[in-house]
């Protein structure tokens, strides 16, 4: 999938069911900023490499659609600070369609 600008994202589908299983967002690469000016020796070119993703899994039927109840967003470094790699995990609990919403909720 190709959107009007920036990279492709790539989907990923279960080969016997069509269930939307993951969505790669691809890496991004970030040159380090230069910094203050030293007389230290390094090298100028240092980039580091983000992956993102999201993964999705625990399909069940709901109003005649299967939809996801789990989604795992998943990060790598350098973008976080403590770990090589950060997930969140959300698990759904129901899906409502359709339904008013107040429109008070948004002021």
């Given at each position: 999938?190709?959107?009007?600008?920036?990279?492709?994202?790539?989907?990923?589908?279960?080969a016997?069911?069509?269930?939307?299983?993951?969505?790669?967002?691809?890496?991004?690469?970030?040159?380090?900023?230069?910094g203050?000016?030293?007389?230290?020796?390094g090298?100028?070119?240092?980039?580091?490499t983000?992956?993102?993703?999201?993964?999705?899994?625990?399909?069940?039927?709901?109003?005649?659609?299967?939809?996801?109840?789990?989604?795992?967003?998943?990060?790598?470094?350098?973008?976080?600070?403590?770990?090589?790699?950060?997930?969140?995990?959300?698990?759904?609990?129901?899906?409502?369609?359709?339904?008013?919403?107040?429109?008070?909720?948004?002021?």
């Open positions: 999938m190709k959107s009007g600008k920036g990279q492709p994202v790539r989907l990923y589908f279960d016997e069911n069509f269930m939307w299983v993951r969505s790669d967002y691809g890496s991004v690469r970030i040159t380090k900023d230069m203050t000016f030293t007389n230290a020796v090298s100028k070119d240092e980039e580091s983000i992956d993102f993703y999201v993964e999705t899994s625990d399909f069940k039927d709901v109003d005649g659609m299967k939809l996801p109840f789990k989604l795992e967003m998943v990060a790598t470094s350098p973008i976080l600070k403590q770990r090589n790699v950060g997930t969140i995990v959300t698990t759904i609990s129901e899906y409502r369609h359709n339904i008013q919403i107040d429109p008070k909720m948004f002021q």
